[in-house]
Each structure stands twice: as structure tokens, then as C-alpha cells.
């Protein structure tokens, strides 16, 4: 997780174009996060509504799986992102420390702007690093 994050946070002053990433980020990673969307072929459209009523069709099994499936790489980053086009000055979690304890478990603190906080990003961190049965606390 530390690996993961120091090069994503020591990028925020020069942040690079998203094809640069899986240079930058350690392979585990990359490999870990969900393919990204296929681009559409020139003159294809995204059908939302058909994508709706998929979606409204759903068990609320089905779309509770379908919200908690791997990232993809792009909506991971958008989360540090400064420029423009993502929310990276306004994240709302900093590492803090991180270690392990005797029964071969682990623990993450970070500092928050408040509880609850947007923990999305961070889950999947953890997630993509190895981590289970993550429980949150103040």
C-alpha cells in the first residue's frame, strides 16, 4: 500500500497523463485493478438507457456485487487527481501510519476531515494490496 501511494502522492506537483501510470505504479497493482472501459468505436453511442433499465432490473444482490467488484485504474486515480478533472484537492483521508499485530493482522490510520469520510478509494487500496474484512472505526 505504502509503494502504491508514495508514487501516486509524490506525482500531485506534476501530475502525468494516464498512460504513464502503469509505468509508474507497481505491477501487482495495475494487474489487480479492473480493465478499463473499451473506447467506442467512431459514431457508437452509450445507450443509457438501456444501461438504466439494466440496472433497475438488478436484485439488489446483483447491483451490491456490481458496486463492489475491483476498480479500474482511472476512477482509482481520479481520487489524487489535482487538475481539473479529478478530486484530488479535495480527498478526504491522509495516510497516517500502518502496521500489523500479533494475530498476523493489520491496521491503517489515516487522518480524516471528518467521519464519516469518503473511503472508497482507501478500501480499495487495502482490497488491491491484500486486505480483508476491513472494518472501520473512529
Known sequence: MRAVLTRVVERIGDWPAFDRWPQLLPAWFIQRCAPE?????????FDAG?????????????????SQG????????????????????????????AGTDESGGGWVQVATTGWPFGSGSLS???EASGGTDLAYGP
Not at 50 to 66: F, G, H, I, N, V
Not at 72 to 96: A, I, K, N, Q, V
Open 37 to 45: 472501459p473499451r473506447e467506442p468505436e467512431p459514431g457508437e453511442r
Open 50 to 66: 438501456a444501461w438504466l433499465r439494466q440496472w433497475r432490473a438488478m436484485t439488489p444482490e446483483q447491483s451490491a456485487a456490481a
Open 70 to 97: 475491483p476498480w479500474t485504474l482511472s476512477d482509482w486515480l481520479y481520487y489524487f487527481d489535482p487538475t481539473e478533472e479529478g478530486t484530488g484537492d479535495d480527498r478526504s483521508w491522509w495516510w497516517w501510519h
Open 124 to 126: 480499495w487500496l487495502i
